[in-house]
């Protein structure tokens, strides 16, 4: 029951991670890029991450995908954009990438392969990550914090309007 | 204090007179500079004069007198040291005699020449080189002086430097006679890796005993001492310097390439003697290479139009006589053939520059003339020259040739034949010159008056010219006695004393007379093929051209810019262009960024799970 | 946590303090010279502690960080080195227009990524110190917002460096799925338990050397690290080129030794491929190049892979000596290439970024200070005498000749001649004469005390080296 | 003390010149003669001392010492012998030789120009004296920045190309020198577990003779680099053509030397065996050297370039020479040294002079000078003659006793080397010939030479023909070092 | 609980990493980079947490929090990015970005 859960809904996941890459239009593929996240929150719920499957629909998909959904409206792009992305993904482009991550995946392939076998019927519950949180990792906690202020700041100082007096630069 | 304790100071003299005048010589007034350059030379004259009798009339012990250390590194130890003798004291007699009276000629003939200082003191600084040569009592030093002279020899030649064939001839003179030079210093590493000194008397020594006759080493030590006397005395295949030598002042060309100079190289091989005796193949080479010089050298004397260049080709043809000397084992023979030659050479050169100096540097002789009257003197001078180069009768050629022609009869027939017939060709264009300069149309003469400067070395020279074959010089002492045969076969000796007459009438013939011409042989095609041909020295300098001297330029040019050097260009180049492709791959496109990392990332994954 | 962890991590706490403390006085006030002074007044007290810290180490505080010597060795390095850059920025801040307050508080937590780095022992703060710097370095290459190289080199740093993360997480992941451990001592007790290579974790560490190579900009990770240069304002850049650097090699370094990741000989083949990769690419790319920080950039590269063969080296030599040459040439790398980006900072107005191989010429006779110290800085990246980098290149032939890696080292002789190039070229324009330009008058008193220092020390290292060697010998000494 | 001494005078006169310049540029080359009489004395002094002590004839007589890096046991080790006082000598005498040639050549800040002349010498008498190897390695390097800053700032119209080219050449080749000095030290670390980089430990390392080879050939390679042996030459040329006078005359006077000592003090002393095998090899390189360089002067129409190529073909002299190995040979190369640094100094100091006053170095430009300039003329073709090897001379003395020794160990390649002596004059009288001869030229109103350059080039004549005729003393002084080197490499001996 | 194998969820955060690289590769839409820039950091995410389920351990979730976090603030500072590059530029085409280059 579980393992036909979990490979369908890896199948989902990788079905909307393709489609995510291949659409002309950004918010369709924000979309399926969401759609993506939930299945891979849904794949953390069976591997008996429940607290990460939450953390992983509740920021992943909900608070950092608004911030795309913001960018793209600020942004505005319309038809024309869409013309140009056409223009931009002809079939030709995708063969190099296609072709270097299918290597790195056969040999992301072989080394899994590899490894060996194991299971993962472990349920690690909110309450041993909160106290793992907390204990031993506590430094990276507040580390995080201090990654998150230099985000903060950074996107503070880049969310700018920018100066009047511009100066092109020498190029 | 014995005089022979003076023997250091005969080549200092002309040494520091070379110093002074090279030094301060044109601040000196003309007189100053004469006096300075002809007394040099003249006290070492006069020394030579008392040592030299002190040491005839002595034992005639050989006298060895060290100066100093020139250099001493492990065993090998080079002594400035002076060896006299019977064999120097003749050499210092004709260097510092004749050197002398060539000097006072040249104050006469160079007194209106704007460089006269430099040109006394190159004279002196040859001068004194010429004395280390004969006197070294080792062959290194004795190399010191070889060199000196060839540096003397340069200068001189080169003496009117605006004249760029000058400066060409010098440098030909130069190099040509370094190329034996070359071989005579391997000739000495040789004998010193063998012999373990440089000494020559302790190398005669040790040669006889180390080694066997005709062994290699010897043959080996002997060809290439060989060498060096070759390029040094202008024999065959090393001459053709010497004619274009000629392009210095002609006092030079007496004195340097006459009477001293270029026999230095029968001075050497007299002077090792030991070992050539060791080389019996050599010592025959020695032989056959003097007479084909005398005879090519000969012929070509008898096309030549220039005056200095006849006399020098029977230079070089008379220097051929010496070897055949040599060759033959008559070594006493060959340094009185030597010493009569510098006089007589000498004189020819004096009077023929007697010759060119009232004909304002005229050289070609069918554009002199009946200059009989006009200079009796140079007239005089040029006969008794011409009489003892050709070696007639009861000059002193004649008794120095004589036995030298019949001590290789006593050899081989064939070497004698050889010397008879150059005996004959020297007869005749010996007197083809006396006969076309001095005699026939009178051509206009600008200038006769001869200083007293170059008068008296004429006649003094003159003089000694016509009886120093009287001299009996004891040479006995030094060199080993190999036969002493009295004028056994008449018929040789006859034969040998006429072939001069038989050349001189054939000039007379042709030349005086006009019962033949040479014009007429001269258009068969044949014979003007040879005359050109002999008139440019048997094509010798042609085929070095053609042999070494283009090539090398050709390939000194071709590679101008250092083929070497275009290696590094190209590993310059190499790297320019691993620049460039490196370059190219630096788009400044983020994707083909991430695609370098992503293909990184897959290559040393790769390379981590195959390793 | 107890106190005496505390106290041993006091110099990051004190250097995060002074970030909160920067943004808290921005939000009362934007001043520049205020928020530069708490800033550097953060940094000297950071310094300061490491004093302190030094007493209690060696100290595991928790699992995640190791302060012991070497920690703190590199971390004075790079809070020095963080000083000096935010000197340089002052300087060359100062008359731009814009708000360039939170400039020093990013800088303030790129150093906490830094020192993060140095003393962690876990996969945990490795990866997060590493972010830390990088997002700072993000904003900062990005910071003049009003010029287009720098966003440009902001935008390639933000992919490239996300792409780099991406590899290098789940390299992590791989290592941690095979073996249950993220702390380095335990990946260690793993490695060395087994006798045969795990192929997982050793493409695990592949991969992670991917990330790393990314910021170490090691072939062929390397091409993002001209344009970067180049478009990053001067002094960031130096913070780039030495500060990121240094923390990160030291962190490799920390990694390898105590996972015994040098068990894994297919590693030190690949990272033999990427250091000949980076000197002969390096070199060959800075040839001809007429821009000086992108010269600089590729000069940087060849920098690393000479100094991933003294790292190479560790495998086969005892640790202490490539510790030891790792650990000399590093700060000498440090000073000069901050020097060297000090000096194209203080020539750099805000109308021009002084990276232009022409706006050189005659530097000598117009401002023969700064050309003399900029040619110090040359002549050691050269590996001249008299200059520390000739020590470090001493070094680094020591360790790489007891090493026996005569391949790696005639790489090294082939880029260093082709690298005695580019540096001379910079010193011939330099020497070149030139018609007086207008620049700007010499009033940077800030820089120019730094940069005397910086040449100081340079010169001092070279000739005395006796004193750093001690000091990391003790290290070493600590280490073990 | 005093070792320490002649490199810090040398060090603080520079210094001192780049600041007088301040005052007025004509008082730095009043401080740089200052401290070259400094040094003169300095020089004098441990000759006294020597003396005193027990002669110049023990074969090391002043010591100087002082730990550097202990962690590595590098010391700040300085050592005289005989040859290193030959060399230091005739470094200051060059020194003096390289100030008077620049006396008015030089225009533009002489404060900088004689600071790192001052410097480069400082660097080379450093080389001469360390018996450290990380020490004379740090010298080594040492001496090439300021020859690259005389060419770079104040070379001739191709500067920036011919101070690019020294300074890779050199440092390229050094670095092999700098690995295999690191070698060595390693494999004595692992013999006798001491780190040391002392000359006279580090003589007795045992090596396997294949790293003895290898380690040879580095050392080897980074000399014949410097001296400059064919085919590593190619950077001389240029160098020497495009420097100044005075940077023309201490690299071709001095610095080319250091290749040569490295050879004679490091190369065989360290390494006999290998040198031994390598003899044959190293023999032919110097014969080819000796032959091509002398063709290629024949060749050249660049004044400084025809001299440039000359002291290629000298230097080959010298390679044959060491590694003849024995004294006769050895001694040869050591009085080539001098020699050769004297006349080829001398030779650029004419060349620089022709150039002063006729801003060309093109041969065919020149010609019949000889009237206008009957002293130049003079001067040039006496040392034209030393360089071809005129008995009585200094150069012949050199190359008597190289060849004469190397005619022991390699008779086919001594004689094929004598054969220079004929292309010897070819060059050298070709430039006399193309300068100074030919018809006389529009150049009358040149001015011959003035009381500056009588001096010096009459003391370098001077010291020519001391050498040449009485090069005895020299040889006495360099003999004791030279027994020494051969005693420590007995197996290079046949 | 489950038994879905270590092997299989790894391969298939491998399958989701080597999309997104594609994504980046391929797409030259800033936008569309960053977002499979996600997809990446997002699949290895899983792994950890794969990883954590294999050992039990809490570790694996912890370094997807904190994966989670830098993946927010890339987020964060690379829309920022982005707005200011389509402000000036008024382009998101990533090739066009290639002011710098040689």
Same mark, same amino acid.
């Given at each position: 029951m579980v393992m036909t859960l979990f490979y369908i809904t890896s199948a989902v996941a990788v079905f909307a991670t393709v489609m995510m890459i291949t659409r002309l239009n950004a918010v369709h593929g924000l979309l399926y890029l969401i759609l993506s996240l939930l299945a891979v929150g849904v794949l953390f719920f069976l591997l008996g991450a429940h607290f990460a499957a939450v953390l992983e629909v509740i920021i992943y998909a909900g608070a950092i995908m608004v911030l795309f959904v913001f960018v793209i409206m600020m942004l505005n792009q319309g038809q024309k954009t869409l013309e140009q992305e056409r223009a931009w993904l002809q079939p030709g482009i995708w063969i190099g990438p296609s072709l270097l991550a299918l290597i790195l995946f056969i040999e992301m392939l072989v080394i899994v392969v590899l490894g060996g076998s194991a299971d993962t019927d472990h349920v690690v519950n909110a309450k041993q990550v909160g106290i793992a949180l907390y204990g031993p990792y506590l430094l990276a906690v507040e580390l995080a914090s201090m990654l998150l202020l230099a985000g903060l700041v950074g996107a503070y100082h880049l969310g700018k309007p920018m100066l009047k007096t511009t100066t092109e630069g020498k190029s | 204090?014995?005089?022979?304790?003076?023997?250091?100071?005969?080549?200092?003299?002309?040494?520091?007179?070379?110093?002074?005048?090279?030094?301060?010589?044109?601040?000196?007034?003309?007189?100053?500079?004469?006096?300075?350059?002809?007394?040099?030379?003249?006290?070492?004259?006069?020394?030579?004069?008392?040592?030299?009798?002190?040491?005839?009339?002595?034992?005639?012990?050989?006298?060895?007198?060290?100066?100093?250390?020139?250099?001493?590194?492990?065993?090998?130890?080079?002594?400035?040291?002076?060896?006299?003798?019977?064999?120097?004291?003749?050499?210092?007699?004709?260097?510092?005699?004749?050197?002398?009276?060539?000097?006072?000629?040249?104050?006469?003939?160079?007194?209106?020449?704007?460089?006269?200082?430099?040109?006394?003191?190159?004279?002196?600084?040859?001068?004194?080189?010429?004395?280390?040569?004969?006197?070294?009592?080792?062959?290194?030093?004795?190399?010191?002086?070889?060199?000196?002279?060839?540096?003397?020899?340069?200068?001189?030649?080169?003496?009117?430097?605006?004249?760029?064939?000058?400066?060409?001839?010098?440098?030909?003179?130069?190099?040509?006679?370094?190329?034996?030079?070359?071989?005579?210093?391997?000739?000495?590493?040789?004998?010193?890796?063998?012999?373990?000194?440089?000494?020559?008397?302790?190398?005669?020594?040790?040669?006889?005993?180390?080694?066997?006759?005709?062994?290699?080493?010897?043959?080996?030590?002997?060809?290439?001492?060989?060498?060096?006397?070759?390029?040094?005395?202008?024999?065959?295949?090393?001459?053709?310097?010497?004619?274009?030598?000629?392009?210095?002042?002609?006092?030079?060309?007496?004195?340097?390439?006459?009477?001293?100079?270029?026999?230095?190289?029968?001075?050497?091989?007299?002077?090792?003697?030991?070992?050539?005796?060791?080389?019996?193949?050599?010592?025959?080479?020695?032989?056959?290479?003097g007479a084909l010089t005398l005879l090519m050298s000969g012929c070509s004397a008898l096309v030549q139009t220039d005056i200095k260049r006849i006399l020098a080709y029977s230079t070089i043809s008379q220097i051929g006589y010496m070897f055949l000397a040599l060759g033959v084992g008559a070594w006493p023979s060959a340094i009185f053939h030597l010493l009569t030659?510098?006089?007589?050479?000498?004189?020819?050169?004096?009077?023929?520059?007697?010759?060119?100096?009232?004909?304002?540097?005229?050289?070609?002789?069918?554009?002199?003339?009946?200059?009989?009257?006009?200079?009796?003197?140079?007239?005089?001078?040029?006969?008794?020259?011409?009489?003892?180069?050709?070696?007639?009768? +009861?000059?002193?050629?004649?008794?120095?040739?004589?036995?030298?022609?019949?001590?290789?009869?006593?050899?081989?027939?064939?070497?004698?034949?050889?010397?008879?017939?150059?005996?004959?060709?020297?007869?005749?264009?010996?007197?083809?010159?006396?006969?076309?300069?001095?005699?026939?149309?009178?051509?206009?003469?600008?200038?006769?008056?001869?200083?007293?400067?170059?008068?008296?070395?004429?006649?003094?020279?003159?003089?000694?010219?016509? +009886?120093?074959?009287?001299?009996?010089?004891?040479?006995?002492?030094?060199?080993?006695?190999?036969?002493?045969?009295?004028?056994?076969?008449d018929l040789v000796a006859v034969i040998t004393a006429t072939a001069p007459l038989i050349g001189l009438s054939i000039a007379a013939l042709f030349y005086l007379t006009g019962t033949f011409s040479a014009q007429r042989l001269v258009d068969f095609r044949v014979a003007n093929q040879m005359r050109i041909f002999c008139f440019n020295g048997w094509g010798v300098d042609a085929l070095y051209g053609a042999l070494v001297v283009r090539p090398f330029k050709a390939i000194a040019k071709l590679n101008k810019n250092d083929a070497v050097d275009r290696a590094y260009t190209g590993i310059a180049l190499l790297s320019r262009g691993g620049h460039l492709m490196a370059s190219a791959s630096q788009t400044g496109r983020i994707r083909w960024y991430v695609s370098s990392m992503a293909l990184g990332t897959v290559v040393i994954i790769a390379i981590g799970l195959l390793s | 946590m107890n106190i005496n962890q505390i106290i041993a991590l006091a110099p990051i706490i004190i250097l995060a303090a002074t970030a909160v403390a920067v943004m808290l006085s921005i939000a009362v006030r934007r001043h520049f010279v205020l928020a530069f002074g708490i800033a550097a007044a953060g940094i000297i007290m950071s310094l300061w502690t490491l004093g302190i810290a030094w007493q209690e180490s060696p100290i595991q505080a928790t699992l995640l960080m190791l302060v012991d010597a070497y920690s703190l060795f590199y971390m004075a390095l790079l809070l020095s080195g963080g000083l000096a850059v935010l000197g340089f920025c002052y300087d060359y801040f100062k008359d731009r227009e814009g708000e360039h307050e939170e400039l020093p508080l990013l800088l303030l937590t790129a150093l906490l990524g830094g020192s993060v780095l140095v003393c962690s022992s876990h996969f945990a703060t490795f990866f997060i110190g590493l972010e830390i710097l990088s997002i700072s370095l993000i904003v900062l290459i990005g910071y003049p917002l009003n010029q287009a190289r720098p966003l440009e080199a902001a935008v390639k740093y933000l992919v490239l460096s996300g792409v780099s993360s991406a590899f290098l997480l789940m390299g992590m992941a791989l290592i941690y799925a095979q073996c249950g451990e993220l702390n380095f001592n335990g990946i260690?007790?793993?490695?060395?338990?087994?006798?045969?290579?795990?192929?997982?974790?050793?493409?695990?560490?592949?991969?992670?050397?991917?990330?790393?190579?990314?910021?170490?900009?090691?072939?062929?990770?390397?091409?993002?690290?001209?344009?970067?240069?180049?478009?990053?304002?001067?002094?960031?850049?130096?913070?780039?080129?030495?500060?990121?650097?240094?923390?990160?090699?030291?962190?490799?370094?920390?990694?390898?030794?105590?996972?015994?990741?040098?068990?894994?000989?297919?590693?030190?083949?690949?990272?033999?491929?990427?250091?000949?990769?980076?000197?002969?690419?390096?070199?060959?790319?800075?040839?001809?190049?007429?821009?000086?920080?992108?010269?600089?950039?590729?000069?940087?590269?060849?920098?690393?892979?000479?100094?991933?063969?003294?790292?190479?080296?560790?495998?086969?030599?005892?640790?202490?000596?490539?510790?030891?040459?790792?650990?000399?040439?590093?700060?000498?790398?440090?000073?000069?290439?901050?020097?060297?980006?000090?000096?194209?900072?203080?020539?750099?107005?805000?109308?021009?970024?002084?990276?232009?191989?022409?706006?050189?010429?005659?530097?000598?006779?117009?401002?023969?200070?700064?050309?003399?110290?900029?040619?110090?800085?040359?002549?050691?990246?050269?590996?001249?005498?008299?200059?520390?980098?000739?020590?470090?290149?001493?070094?680094?032939?020591?360790?790489?000749?007891?090493?026996?890696?005569?391949?790696?080292?005639?790489?090294?002789?082939?880029?260093?001649?082709?690298?005695?190039?580019?540096?001379?070229?910079?010193?011939?324009?330099?020497?070149?004469?030139?018609?007086?330009?207008?620049?700007?008058?010499?009033?940077?008193?800030?820089?120019?005390?730094?940069?005397?220092?910086?040449?100081?020390?340079?010169?001092?290292?070279?000739?005395?080296?006796?004193?750093?060697?001690?000091?990391?010998?003790?290290?070493?000494?600590?280490?073990? | 003390m005093i070792l320490l001494a002649l490199i810090c005078v040398l060090l603080l006169g520079g210094f001192a010149a780049w600041f007088s310049e301040r005052w007025s540029p004509v008082v730095p080359r009043w401080v740089a003669i200052i401290t070259l009489t400094v040094e003169v004395l300095l020089l004098v002094l441990p000759c006294l001392a020597a003396e005193h002590a027990g002669g110049l004839l023990s074969a090391w007589f002043a010591h100087f010492y002082s730990p550097w890096i202990p962690r590595f046991g590098i010391g700040f080790h300085l050592a005289m012998d005989g040859l290193s006082l030959l060399l230091t000598a005739m470094t200051v005498l060059l020194g003096f030789m390289a100030v008077s040639s620049s006396w008015t050549e030089i225009k533009n800040r002489q404060g900088f120009f004689f600071f790192n002349l001052l410097t480069c010498l400082a660097g080379t008498i450093g080389v001469f004296l360390a018996v450290d190897l990380f020490l004379f390695f740090f010298f080594w390097e040492l001496m090439i920045i300021p020859m690259y800053f005389l060419i770079s700032i104040w070379g001739h119209e191709n500067r920036t190309y011919a101070a690019i080219k020294f300074f890779i050449f050199t440092q390229a080749s050094s670095l092999l020198l700098l690995l295999a000095i690191v070698i060595l030290v390693q494999i004595h670390h692992n013999n006798s577990d001491t780190y040391t980089f002392d000359y006279f430990e580090l003589l007795n390392t045992a090596l396997d003779p294949d790293a003895a080879f290898w380690l040879m050939l580095g050392f080897f390679i980074a000399f014949t680099v410097k001296l400059p042996a064919v085919p590593f030459h190619s950077w001389l040329p240029d160098a020497h053509t495009q420097a100044p006078t005075g940077g023309s005359v201490i690299l071709a006077g001095?610095?080319?030397?250091?290749?040569?000592?490295?050879?004679?003090?490091?190369?065989?002393?360290?390494?006999?065996?290998?040198?031994?095998?390598?003899?044959?090899?190293?023999?032919?390189?110097?014969?080819?050297?000796?032959?091509?360089?002398? /063709? /290629?002067?024949?060749?050249?129409?660049?004044?400084?370039?025809?001299?440039?190529?000359?002291?290629?073909?000298?230097?080959?002299?010298?390679?044959?020479?060491?590694?003849?190995?024995?004294?006769?040979?050895?001694?040869?190369?050591?009085?080539?040294?001098?020699?050769?640094?004297?006349?080829?100094?001398?030779?650029?100091?004419?060349?620089?002079?022709?150039?002063?006053?006729?801003?060309?170095?093109?041969?065919?430009? /020149?010609?019949?000078?000889?009237?206008?300039?009957?002293?130049?003329?003079?001067?040039?073709?006496?040392?034209?003659?030393?360089?071809?090897?005129?008995?009585?001379?200094?150069?012949?003395?050199?190359?008597?006793?190289?060849?004469?020794?190397?005619?022991?160990?390699?008779?086919?390649? *001594?004689?094929?080397?004598?054969?220079?002596?004929?292309? *010897?004059?070819?060059? *050298?009288?070709?430039?006399?010939?193309?300068?100074?001869?030919?018809?006389?030229?529009?150049?009358?109103?040149?001015?011959?030479?003035?009381?500056?350059?009588?001096?010096?080039?009459?003391?370098?004549?001077?010291?020519?023909?001391?050498?040449?005729?009485?090069?005895?003393?020299?040889?006495?002084?360099?003999?004791?070092?030279?027994?020494?080197?051969?005693?420590?490499?007995?197996? /290079?001996?046949? | 609980m489950n038994g879905i194998p270590m092997e299989h969820g790894l391969l298939l955060s491998v399958t989701l990493f080597v999309l997104g690289l594609i994504g980046v590769l391929a797409r030259r839409n800033l936008i569309m980079i960053l977002m499979s820039l996600e997809v990446m950091l997002n699949a290895t995410g899983l792994a950890f947490i794969v990883a954590g389920a294999r050992w039990g351990q809490a570790d694996g979730q912890i370094m997807f929090l904190l994966i989670l976090t830098l993946a927010a603030a890339e987020v964060g500072v690379g829309l920022g990015l982005v707005l200011q590059i389509f402000r000036r530029f008024h382009t998101l085409d990533a090739d066009s970005l290639n002011g710098m280059k040689g």
């Open positions: - | 204090m014995k005089v022979i304790e003076l023997l250091g100071w005969i080549p200092l003299f002309p040494f520091l007179g070379f110093l002074i005048l090279v030094l301060a010589g044109d601040r000196f007034s003309k007189p100053l500079i004469t006096w300075l350059g002809v007394g040099s030379v003249a006290v070492a004259a006069i020394l030579v004069a008392l040592i030299g009798a002190e040491f005839l009339n002595g034992t005639m012990e050989p006298y060895r007198m060290v100066l100093g250390v020139w250099m001493d590194v492990d065993d090998l130890s080079i002594p400035i040291g002076f060896y006299l003798d019977a064999l120097s004291v003749t050499m210092l007699f004709v260097v510092t005699g004749v050197g002398f009276l060539i000097h006072v000629y040249s104050a006469g003939f160079m007194a209106s020449d704007p460089g006269y200082a430099s040109f006394s003191a190159y004279m002196n600084l040859f001068v004194s080189a010429m004395l280390v040569l004969v006197l070294a009592d080792n062959l290194v030093l004795l190399y010191l002086g070889w060199e000196g002279v060839g540096l003397g020899s340069y200068l001189l030649i080169g003496f009117w430097y605006e004249d760029t064939n000058n400066g060409y001839a010098a440098r030909k003179a130069f190099v040509m006679t370094r190329v034996g030079d070359t071989a005579l210093l391997i000739g000495l590493f040789l004998l010193f890796t063998q012999l373990h000194t440089f000494d020559i008397q302790i190398l005669m020594l040790r040669a006889t005993s180390h080694w066997a006759p005709g062994a290699l080493l010897p043959v080996a030590a002997a060809t290439l001492l060989l060498g060096g006397a070759l390029g040094k005395s202008a024999q065959l295949p090393l001459q053709s310097w010497l004619p274009d030598a000629m392009a210095g002042p002609t006092p030079v060309s007496a004195l340097i390439h006459a009477a001293t100079m270029v026999t230095a190289g029968v001075y050497l091989i007299a002077r090792t003697n030991a070992l050539f005796m060791m080389a019996p193949s050599v010592q025959f080479a020695v032989a056959v290479i030659h510098a006089f007589f050479k000498a004189l020819l050169f004096l009077a023929a520059g007697a010759v060119i100096f009232c004909f304002h540097h005229e050289h070609n002789i069918f554009k002199m003339g009946g200059l009989r009257k006009a200079m009796p003197l140079a007239f005089w001078s040029f006969l008794i020259g011409s009489a003892a180069l050709s070696a007639l009768p +009861f000059t002193s050629g004649f008794y120095s040739k004589h036995e030298i022609l019949l001590a290789a009869f006593d050899a081989s027939p064939g070497l004698w034949a050889a010397g008879c017939l150059g005996a004959i060709i020297t007869g005749i264009y010996c007197f083809r010159l006396v006969f076309v300069v001095f005699f026939g149309r009178e051509c206009p003469v600008i200038e006769t008056r001869l200083g007293w400067q170059m008068s008296i070395p004429l006649v003094l020279l003159g003089a000694l010219a016509l +009886f120093g074959g009287m001299l009996k010089i004891p040479l006995d002492s030094v060199f080993p006695v190999l036969f002493n045969n009295d004028p056994a076969f | 260690g007790g793993y490695i060395t338990s087994r006798d045969n290579i795990n192929a997982m974790i050793l493409s695990g560490t592949l991969l992670i050397v991917a990330g790393l190579g990314f910021k170490l900009s090691l072939a062929p990770f390397h091409l993002w690290t001209p344009d970067v240069y180049e478009g990053a304002p001067a002094p960031v850049t130096a913070f780039i080129a030495a500060v990121s650097k240094c923390a990160v090699f030291a962190l490799l370094l920390r990694y390898f030794l105590s996972s015994y990741s040098y068990d894994y000989t297919p590693l030190l083949t690949v990272f033999s491929v990427i250091a000949g990769l980076s000197i002969l690419g390096g070199n060959l790319l800075a040839l001809l190049q007429n821009n000086v920080k992108r010269l600089l950039a590729y000069s940087s590269i060849a920098h690393m892979g000479y100094l991933l063969v003294a790292f190479i080296a560790g495998g086969s030599i005892s640790s202490a000596l490539a510790v030891e040459s790792v650990s000399f040439y590093l700060p000498a790398y440090f000073i000069t290439t901050i020097g060297a980006f000090g000096v194209i900072s203080v020539l750099s107005t805000p109308q021009t970024e002084a990276d232009d191989i022409a706006f050189y010429r005659g530097l000598f006779w117009r401002r023969p200070w700064l050309a003399a110290v900029f040619t110090l800085m040359l002549l050691s990246l050269a590996g001249i005498p008299l200059t520390a980098g000739f020590i470090g290149k001493f070094y680094l032939f020591t360790s790489a000749a007891e090493g026996r890696l005569w391949g790696l080292l005639s790489a090294i002789i082939v880029g260093s001649g082709l690298g005695l190039y580019y540096y001379l070229r910079i010193i011939v324009v330099m020497s070149m004469n030139a018609e007086a330009q207008v620049i700007k008058p010499a009033q940077d008193w800030i820089s120019t005390a730094t940069l005397a220092v910086l040449a100081g020390l340079l010169v001092w290292l070279g000739i005395y080296p006796s004193f750093l060697i001690n000091v990391i010998q003790s290290i070493v000494y600590a280490m073990e | 001095v610095m080319l030397k250091t290749g040569a000592y490295g050879l004679l003090r490091f190369v065989i002393p360290l390494f006999p065996e290998a040198a031994h095998q390598f003899a044959p090899f190293a023999l032919t390189l110097g014969t080819v050297s000796v032959l091509y360089a002398a /063709m /290629m002067a024949f060749a050249q129409s660049d004044l400084k370039r025809l001299i440039a190529y000359t002291s290629i073909s000298h230097m080959g002299f010298i390679l044959l020479g060491v590694f003849s190995w024995n004294l006769l040979a050895l001694q040869g190369s050591v009085i080539t040294m001098l020699a050769h640094g004297i006349s080829a100094s001398a030779l650029f100091m004419i060349a620089g002079a022709l150039q002063e006053r006729l801003h060309t170095r093109e041969m065919a430009n /020149m010609g019949g000078l000889r009237s206008a300039l009957p002293r130049l003329s003079a001067l040039t073709l006496f040392f034209a003659i030393a360089s071809l090897g005129l008995p009585g001379l200094g150069n012949f003395i050199g190359e008597f006793l190289v060849l004469q020794g190397a005619f022991s160990v390699n008779r086919v390649l *001594a004689s094929v080397t004598t054969l220079v002596l004929i292309l *010897a004059p070819v060059y *050298a009288l070709i430039l006399i010939q193309k300068v100074f001869c030919g018809p006389s030229s529009q150049h009358s109103f040149l001015s011959d030479v003035d009381l500056r350059e009588w001096v010096s080039l009459g003391l370098l004549l001077l010291v020519t023909a001391w050498l040449g005729l009485s090069p005895q003393a020299v040889l006495d002084v360099s003999a004791s070092a030279l027994k020494q080197e051969m005693q420590n490499s007995v197996a /290079m001996e046949r | -």
